[in-house]
């Protein structure tokens, strides 16, 4: 078996190769030996699954299998007598019970994940009420019953096998003895019951194989019903309280226990007001049409003549009535396979002593025969999909009817399971699609603003502007300021390059102000035949490398010295603008070593030792402190530093 995810949460979908109903075989010795067993094993499991999940808050791994924990259950514990004689039949004429489902509906009770146009609901109506005793009862001398010399007969209706009446009282035990107070190690609960399925006035096929049928006495006749009697004795049962229940009425004193050794210490003890007390009820079904809101009237009938909407609807109706049988996951289903454990009160029996029992023990009884058949029910219709939990069942699953409906119960029903990832397609698909759809967006959005404000010439500086302050355009400016590269695309995201073409460097001395500079080149050899001479500046810092046993020594020359031509025109600065000035050598011959020094522009600062320039870096023209090496008769290899922005 495997699971597929289908919506958020725990639920799963089955999905199993064994699913199918179980076809009832032909042979008796299969149904009875096999079959049935199998169904009532089904109620064992229902009756611990109902003790944990509907007579409990638990919220236990167990109880998260189902679609839902459980399935709805109103009761109404001050009902009427559901009989139409009322308080000539019923011991109370108000305070009876009745239990009513509600709609159940396939997909959102049992958990059958369908297109609305195949679902279906369905409804259980059940009413009990204690009934008169002594009214309805005779001994009869004539016909012994075991051992006993008379029998106790209860005359609810004759006992039937088809249409043949075969005994005209319902129910008989042996006539009861005078009681014996002495405790008995043998003492029990015995439950019993008939059943009769009444359908427009006629005798119905049986819907399970009950202790006998019977054909009820006018006061108990209901049409479109299945009447069923439930009679319980205390067969030597004492019990330490006695009990105002009208089903468990015990009242009579039967005798006092002492305690061994010790006299003072004793309780009396008490036993049933009569040798059988009889619990009546009718249980009804109701099929109805979610999408139209019809429903066929309550009955006994498990097929009602109902006009569908659909008819896919119709054919799933009737494969889960066939498949799952809900009819033999009613009450009487729970008594006949639980017997004495159906009755709660025996939770406190023990050694023929039964603890005590609150008024109202007989509703109690009977709500937890109804939480057992519904809980019943949800197992029946999971395995459905599942398959039967006992391989010798294999043999007996059919996968599909004739109309091939069962497909929709065997790749359609949820369960709860932790043990698996569900997540809506819809969901993830809408997700995927709305979220690539804003990345595209946001991908074009600009290019396409871009393109709209070009043709129509709208926003041109809001455009340059949004385009020139992206981070590759900004440092496009840069170099362009310094004067390097060749540039295309300077309105586009993207500017570039020539190829091959040196950008700037990052200059980082002074590490609190970083700065963009030209990035150390190559000396540059006189081209042929260019007409032009390439001059050097007289601004230019030379130095000398001289080889000495010491080392190299770097010596600072004037330019005037390395390069007379430059001595002709000479460009200086002054605070108040640029002006030409003419060399005189004469001049500059007059001036003493100090105007030399702070004249000459060629002088190290006065923080720079010359002591100090050997130890520089002289190889490193990036750093504003290091200076070039060159030859003072090479003057075509002179190395620049550029300007720094």
Partial sequence: MRHVSTAIGTEVLVSSRRCGAIVW????????????????????????????????????????????????????????????????????????????????????????????????????????????????????????????????????????????????????????????????????????????????????????????????????????????????????????????????????????????????????????????SVLGCALRYQACDPNTNLCSPLSVELMPNLTWSA????????????????????????????????????????????????PDQWQRDVLYWQGVSLAALQIATVEVATGPTDASMYKYVQKTLPDQSGDLSCYSQKIRSTGYTSFNVLGLVTTLVVGGLIIIISAL????????????????????????????????????????????????????????????????????????????VSPVAEKPNSGFEQVQSPLSLQTTALDTPQGSRAVWDSPLKTNPEAQDTVQTASEGGKSNATADPDAEAKKTPEEMETSSPLVPPPSVKEDDIDKRNINNPSSPTSLAQASPTDQSSPEHTGPQY
């Avoid at 004495?340 to 029996?349: D, E, H, N, P, T």
């Fill in 445 to 520: 959005i600009e290019l396409l603003c871009a393109l709209i404000q070009r043709r129509y010439k709208k926003g041109t500086y809001r455009r340059l502007e949004w385009v020139t302050n992206e981070t590759l355009q900004l440092q496009r400016m840069v170099h362009e300021e310094l004067g390097l590269g060749t540039w295309t695309g300077a309105s586009a995201r993207l500017p570039v390059t020539e190829l091959d073409e040196r950008l700037g460097v990052l200059d980082i001395t002074d590490e609190r102000r970083p700065v963009v500079v030209r990035s150390p």
């Fill in 311 to 358: 008819k896919e609807q119709r054919q799933a109706f009737d494969y889960w009535m066939g498949a799952v049988r809900p009819q033999t996951f009613v009450p009487l289903g729970v008594v006949e396979a639980l017997t004495i454990s159906a009755l709660q009160s025996r939770k406190g029996f023990s050694d023929c002593l039964q603890g005590p029992l609150p």
């Fill in 25 to 276: 075989p032909n042979s008796l010795i299969e149904l009875y030996q096999v079959v049935l067993p199998y169904f009532e094993s089904r109620y064992f499991s229902a009756s611990t699954y109902a003790q944990q999940c509907y007579e409990s808050n638990s919220t236990t791994q167990t109880c998260g299998t189902y679609v839902n924990k459980e399935l709805p259950i109103k009761a109404t514990r001050n009902a009427a007598c559901p009989f139409p004689e009322g308080e000539s039949i019923c011991i109370s004429g108000s305070s009876n019970l009745r239990l009513d489902t509600g709609l159940l509906n396939s997909h959102d009770h049992l958990g059958i994940n369908t297109p609305p146009t195949t679902r279906f609901a369905f409804r259980y109506v059940h009413e009990c009420a204690p009934l008169l005793v002594d009214k309805y009862a005779r001994v009869n001398s004539s016909r012994p019953f075991n051992s006993a010399n008379a029998s106790l007969e209860f005359l609810y209706g004759e006992q039937i096998d088809g249409e043949t009446a075969i005994d005209p009282a319902t129910y008989r035990i042996p006539q009861p003895g005078k009681t014996d107070p002495k405790l008995s190690p043998n003492g029990d609960f015995r439950l019993k019951f008939a059943d009769f399925p009444y359908v427009n006035n006629k005798f119905a096929t049986p819907s399970f194989a009950g202790d006998s049928f019977f054909r009820p006495i006018p006061e108990l006749v209901l049409d479109d019903a299945q009447i069923t009697l439930y009679f319980l004795s205390a067969d030597n049962v004492q019990f330490i309280n006695e009990v105002d229940d009208e089903w468990y009425s015990a009242h009579q004193y039967a005798g006092t226990l002492h305690e061994f050794g010790n006299t003072s210490n004793s309780f009396s003890y008490y036993t049933f007001d009569r040798p059988v």
